[in-house]
């Protein structure tokens, strides 16, 4: 036992030692070993592939020609950075769409050479889109915007007479079942909000635009409890720079098409900064796009400076599942048509929460019947306007 121990505690000891003074910068990372064919060194060593093949046999793998570029993506095991790097044609070159993802990154210039593929959802119109390294995002052209392009249709006879509402479901996207059951268990009238993190954002925004629904895309946006309450990669921060915040914006702007506008995602400290708030304002009123307030933070700059750029706009006016139980559900939708009657427009935001789908679809049944309106959010931004 004794002879046990001491060689035990050897190991332990050499252990400790290499961990403490072993000098492995790479230890633990993930590696890859990746070999490089050379080209053929005369015409018989070329021509061998060929014979080989002749008489059954499998031929050797092709060797890089010389220019010929190959590319492989290194992940960063403690970031997560993805860099791709190509091999065989030259100096190592980092992708710039990759590169753009580093949060407080890049000055939001376009990059022609460097830019994302070409992928535009069903429904879109090409002309309403510009091309840059994060994607396709909108961009008004002189005679139509994607606020007017993308508005879901709603009778505007009786929107000019009747009370209106309109309900936008927010967080939407990363959870597929979720966003499913919003998107066909709800009205078409009602407005859908997606997040910009899900993993194929993309496919769940093309079903809800072929449901008839009206979609937004909200943008994370800096609390006041930052970062202990983080809203995700490259939230807009009150803390950074204008190119900064508006590089961060069009990372966003690139995730999905068709949206008639944006939205803040939190943001209760970003949305009370002016100087903040007022290069966004102005980058979404110069793509023609809407913006919604969901009404959280108290302080927002965002209706005055909203309207100082005659930016479609519209602000939330009750939170439907702030207590998510049935009857406070009702009690909120309740409140909302009293604040349509008396003014003539409201607006209510919810989460796609069981309980919230159940009751919002099962109060809208009966709603018209009862002298109010449901309309996607652009009727209540246009008629709060000729208000």
């Known amino acids: 036992m004794q002879a046990l121990t001491a060689a035990f505690g050897l190991f332990l000891l050499t252990f400790a030692g290499f961990a403490l003074f072993g000098n492995n910068p790479l230890g633990g990372e993930p590696m890859a070993r990746i070999a490089l064919g050379e ?7 070329a021509a061998a592939p060929a014979a080989a093949s002749e008489h059954g046999a ?7 020609t010389p220019g010929e570029q190959r590319t492989v993506t290194i992940i960063d095991g403690s970031s997560g950075k993805r860099q ?3 091999i065989g044609g030259g100096d190592a070159q980092e992708s710039s769409n ?7 990154q890049g000055s939001g210039e376009k990059s022609e050479s460097n830019a994302s593929p070409l992928a535009i959802m069903s429904g879109v119109d090409a002309r309403l889109l510009e091309r840059t390294r994060y994607g396709m995002i909108p ?4 005679n139509l915007k994607p606020y007017m392009a993308y508005a879901a249709p709603a009778d505007q006879a009786k929107v000019v007479k009747m009370p209106v509402i309109s309900i936008v479901i927010g967080g939407l996207g990363v959870g597929a079942a979720k966003t499913t059951d919003a998107i066909m268990k709800l009205p078409a009238a009602v407005t859908l909000a997606f997040t910009p993190y899900g993993s194929d954002p993309t496919k769940l925004a093309e079903r809800a635009r072929a449901q008839r629904h009206e979609i937004l895309l909200q943008i994370p946006m800096e609390p006041y409890d930052y970062p202990d309450n983080d809203p995700g990669p490259q939230t807009l921060l009150a803390t950074l720079g204008t190119e900064q915040n508006l590089d961060r914006l ?5 995730r999905m098409q068709g949206y008639v506008g944006i939205a803040n995602f939190m943001g209760a400290r970003f949305v009370a900064t002016d100087a903040a708030m007022q290069p966004i304002i102005r980058e979404a009123s110069r793509r023609g796009l809407a913006y919604f307030d969901d009404g959280s933070a108290p302080r927002s700059v965002a209706p ?10 519209a602000k939330g006016d009750v939170a439907i599942d702030a207590v998510p139980t049935a009857g406070e559900v009702d009690r909120a939708l309740a409140k909302l048509e009293d604040i349509a009657r008396e003014r003539g427009f409201a607006v209510g935001t919810a989460s796609a929460l069981p309980v919230s789908i159940e009751r919002i679809a099962a109060w809208t049944k009966g ?3 009862r002298g109010v309106l449901l309309v996607p959010l652009t009727s209540v931004m246009l008629k709060s306007k000729s208000s």
Do not use: I, M, N
Request: charged residues 25%.
């Open 58 to 64: 499998s031929p050797a793998p092709k060797a890089a």
């Open 98 to 104: 990759d590169k753009g993802q580093e949060r407080g």
């Open 39 to 45: 080209k053929p060194a005369d015409d018989k060593a």
């Open 84 to 86: 791709d790097v190509a």
């Open 250 to 254: 069009l990372w966003h702007l690139g």
């Open 139 to 142: 961009l008004a052209t002189e």
């Open 304 to 313: 005055a400076l909203a309207q100082s750029q005659a930016l479609p706009f």
């Open 367 to 369: 709603l018209e019947g």
